[in-house]
């Protein structure tokens, strides 16, 4: 099937019993057994549950992987994953991530021996200077790309190269792209991690998280993790995001046809001292982007000239919502520095970019006139 295809249909077609075309919501904890030691196939929700198996299907088939695992949050996705790696790893990440990754990482995994080194992974020679450190093997390489909320760009299949000549797994947060536009493993990336709260649900009603693979050797374990942790996504949720990715492919072009009207604009204002959106063709990572994405999204950042600036511009916008989150059909407005990225110190946050001036604007399927008639009042 071809992406848009899918989306709409993933490996479901109809529920055989009735001819339900939506896949019901099975909103059950426990399955009964037919007799002892015998099973439908499903005995707990919180090991598995029907309505959450088509969509983690779904979401393995979108991005080409054999494994697919959801979660109540992309956080619970990213602790998952961590729980794979023992004590004494060490694990490269990109410097301007997603703050609570961050705060994950440090306030929680490194008390339980993990390490970590904060790279600037756009830049391929940091990576490569992070994991030629002898003395500090690596076992992972996580990179978020495009990054959050500075718009960076990082090589997929370089990095996937580098991490694996020293025996390490590469881990690609592709939140922000979704599988309409990349699919990283397909370029060597070994797990995908997704916020679905974001794009692939899309509506801004739900929360979910999601791991892709294709390592039969790590198969099982990350089941086993899944079912003891228990931070496995409801049934309903689960419905939520199936009925979310039916629309993805119309909505992330439409996400990228007002990013880039609002970016254009923006950069044009008198106000506005720098816009940081991937689809310019003056990006700094313009022709990687180009080689490994298949088109951009709706997330655009600026600095404004001052936190007096930012503030009014939070104050005024009326259609744009001044929230937390991205991704979904409304279009929100947030200040990274006390929000997304509130839990990072700030000299580290400084120098990632994420300063006092900074605003990150997520476009939703508005007509994109009206979003930016709201950004033009809010900046008067």
Known sequence: MKQETACVHGPWRFEEKTGALSVPVFQSASFRHPALGESTGYDYSRVVNPTRSVLEETVALLEGGKFGLAFASGMGAVSALAKLFPPGSRIVVSEDLYGGTYRLFHEYYENYGLSFSWVDTSDFSKVEEALADRDKPVTALFIETPSNPMMKVTDIAGCA???????????????????????PLGQGADFVIHSGTKYLSGHNDTLSGFIIHSREEDAAALREIQKSEGACLAPFDAWLTLRGIKTLALRMEKHQKNGRAAAEWLRKHPKVEKVFYTGFADHPQAALSAAQSRGHNGMVSFYVKSRTEAEQVLKRVKLILFAESLGGVESLITYPLVQTHGAIPEAMRLSAGVNDRLLRLSTGIENPDDIIADLAEALS
Not at 161 to 183: E, S
């Open 161 to 183: 190269g580098l991490v694996h000549r020293r025996g390490g797994v590469l881990v690609v947060d592709n939140t922000f792209l979704t599988p309409w536009f990349q699919n």
